[in-house]
């Protein structure tokens, strides 16, 4: 069964499926997703669609999630970014500050 993405909408979560485990930001290649503070989640956490602009369509968070919790667009449902230098310097900030977006 396919999801059917939200109206302009590249990337997106099941926070109730979701366990935050951040393997999704950890092989998102250009710095779209970041955990964030979640008290009321499993581990303490959430992750979270910082730059839903700069995702490229990769689907490497959607099928690197273990528990079925992220989404991305089709191809024909939305306009992808393409990789650039700041996406990927951005997403080395991330990974460096544990990731959590930098300033969180």
């Known amino acids: 069964m396919s999801v059917v993405a939200p109206e302009n ?7 109730s499926r979701c366990k935050a ?9 250009a710095g ?5 503070l979640e008290p009321s989640s499993t581990l303490g956490a ?10 490229t369509g990769c689907i490497n968070c959607e099928l690197n999630c273990p528990d079925f ?3 991305v ?3 024909n449902e ?16 991330i990974i ?3 990731y959590r977006y930098p300033g969180n």
């Open 9 to 15: 909408t590249p990337v997106w979560v099941d926070e």
């Open 21 to 29: 485990c951040d393997i999704c930001v950890s092989v998102c290649p």
């Open 32 to 36: 779209v997703l970041a955990m964030e």
């Open 46 to 55: 959430m992750v979270r669609i910082k730059h839903p602009e700069s995702c």
């Open 69 to 71: 919790a992220i989404f």
């Open 73 to 75: 667009a089709e191809k």
């Open 78 to 93: 939305y306009k992808f970014a393409k990789l650039n230098d700041d996406a990927k310097a951005r997403q080395e900030a």
């Open 96 to 98: 460096a500050n544990k």
